[in-house]
């Protein structure tokens, strides 16, 4: 079974930046795509950002694009968010997921890792 594991949230003030690493447990074969996820009190869980493993296509949500870029180390099986000029509206927990090939949607989850950006 695989696991991913989030690292590198934490409190910053609104304009600043971080960077968020997601890592797999092991090498998985039907590695699809890699995706970033967000949610935030009282609100529903949305979509940030995805990389596709193979050619490395990235996605964004309107939201963030521009200003957050997701990339991939293949070696190691990580995707990191960094995640540049942070408004409070990006406060939630954020969460890496795994879609593997063939699969209908994500369907790894991590226990996600909490930003907050203070005004």
């Known amino acids: 079974q695989v696991e991913v594991v989030e690292s590198g949230g934490g409190v910053v003030q609104s304009g600043g930046s971080l960077r968020l690493s997601c890592a797999a447990s092991?090498?998985?074969?039907?590695?699809?795509?890699m995706g970033w996820f967000r949610q935030a009190p009282g609100k529903e869980r949305e979509f940030v950002s995805s990389?596709?493993?193979?050619?490395?296509?990235?996605y964004y949500s309107d939201s963030v694009k521009g200003r957050f870029t997701i990339s991939r180390d293949i070696r190691k099986i990580a995707v990191y968010l960094q995640m540049n000029s942070l408004e409070p509206e990006d406060t939630a927990v954020y969460y890496c997921?795994?879609?593997?090939?063939?699969?209908?949607?994500?369907?790894?989850w991590g226990q996600g890792t909490q930003v907050t950006v203070s005004s």
């Open positions: 997921a795994i879609h593997g090939v063939g699969a209908n949607n994500y369907a790894v």
């Open positions: 092991r090498r998985t074969l039907s590695l699809y795509a």
């Open positions: 990389i596709r493993w193979s050619g490395g296509s990235t």
